[in-house]
């Protein structure tokens, strides 16, 4: 069973809006932690080239920011949007 599934089962289930704003978390904090060292790797690369590599690593960077925001929540720390 994966570390994901193992917190759903033993934590009360997320509200659809709690689930929206916990995918949207994971989707900033992926995007951030990509284009950081996508920058860092590519100085000079396009827009179009950075668009291009986004899509192509987003479902990954996506599940590494929900396996961030869940370590921090099982840290004790709460990520919430204003």
Do not use: C
């Amino acid at each position: 069973m994966t570390e994901e599934a193992q917190v759903a089962e033993s934590e009360p289930k997320m509200t659809e809006a709690e689930a929206k704003e916990f995918r949207e978390i994971a989707k900033i904090v992926g995007y951030g932690v990509w284009k950081y060292e996508f920058n860092r790797s590519n100085p000079n690369a396009s827009p179009e080239e950075m668009k291009a590599a986004w899509e192509a690593a987003r479902d990954a960077q996506i599940k590494a920011g929900k396996k961030a925001v869940l370590a921090l929540k099982k840290s004790g720390f709460v990520v919430t949007k204003h």
